[in-house]
């Protein structure tokens, strides 16, 4: 393995101080993190109301808590929803004649942004989100146009050379880092197909998102009908995420039944070292703990390391 992606689940009156930390350690840690896909909470079970207000977290409270605890660097408006890489694969697909996934989900469901980082010696970070020196809306109207020309038949060489030449218009490069030059990497990732390029854009650019799984108490026909990750089940039957888990007697819990195999059995079958405490990974905490490598990758997060 040599990249991850943070995964973490924000929960209200839990962790939700730590959101910038968790953006911050990601960022001092950028040549093995690829970004952070944080996950408001999904509340299961009963519930009271008072009690699903004191955890209860939204996409919005999130976006603004990062921009609170990154004194603004990363502000709300750096952000936009994930069905609006729409325009980008649509583009794709039509320029390289090649079937590509579009990621169609309801605008509530996730949300996303890149944001270049500046990490100083000695040890602070800065950010600036890729919104503050491109035009992203003005590009993706560009982009629109120019993908209803290859609709209409249009060359796709002279639109793609059209769209390299003119990308330069939606960046602002007195306001861009003065380490990257966006355009010149762009041109040799996709068209040079420069792995290297490829690489210097993810050490350089931090990936934000979050994505926030429904429950029984915000549970929105609209939003499954736009769904993009399923479920296929015996049977050949898909099943939105969300339907799946959120009402587990119709979907979940009735199919793992049906076609699970009763842990008895299992052992039978497979042995009692297959199950259980024989399988879990176990961790040394105090082992690892003190070690270098661990000191100095938490170096400065001791406040949250210890919180608990």
């Not at 207000?53 to 921009?67: F, Q």
């Not at 709300?76 to 325009?87: C, E, F, N, Q, S």
Request: proline share 4%; hydrophobic share 40%; charged share 25%.
């Amino acid at each position: 393995m040599t990249s991850v992606v943070l995964v973490p689940t924000v929960i209200k009156n839990w962790n939700t101080d730590e959101l910038g930390a968790i953006v911050k350690f990601a960022a001092k840690n950028i040549d093995i993190v690829r970004g952070v896909n944080f996950q408001p909470v999904s509340l299961t079970g009963q519930m009271p109301k008072s009690e699903r207000e004191k955890y209860r977290i939204t996409i919005p409270e999130v976006i603004k808590l990062v921009e609170e605890q990154t004194d603004g660097q990363i502000d709300r408006d750096a952000w936009y929803p994930v069905p609006i890489t729409v325009i980008i694969s649509r583009f794709i697909q039509l320029f390289s004649g090649e079937e590509k996934m579009h990621m169609t989900v309801h605008p509530a469901c996730g949300m996303a942004t890149y944001v270049h980082v500046k990490r100083g010696s000695g040890g602070e970070i800065e950010f600036t989100p890729i919104t503050r020196f491109v035009d992203v809306e003005g590009f993706f109207e560009y982009l629109k146009e120019k993908t209803d020309e290859l609709e209409k038949g249009k060359n796709k060489y002279i639109v793609g050379l059209k769209i390299l030449y003119n990308l330069r218009k939606f960046i602002d490069n007195e306001k861009q880092p003065k380490d990257i030059n966006l355009w010149k990497l762009i041109f040799n990732i996709f068209v040079r197909h420069n792995y290297e390029a490829l690489g210097e854009f993810h050490y350089k650019f931090l990936y934000l998102g979050m994505m926030h799984f429904m429950d029984l108490y915000n549970y929105d026909v609209q939003r499954v009908l736009h769904c993009a990750i399923h479920y296929l089940v015996p049977g050949g039957k898909v099943i939105p995420f969300c339907t799946f888990n959120v009402l587990p007697d119709l979907y979940r819990d009735r199919i793992q039944k049906e076609h699970g195999i009763p842990i008895k059995e299992w052992v039978k079958i497979k042995g009692y070292h297959t199950v259980g405490d024989a399988i879990k990974y176990k961790r040394d905490i105090k082992r690892l703990e003190s070690t270098e490598l661990y000191r100095k990758t938490y170096a400065g997060f001791e406040e949250y390391l210890n919180k608990r």
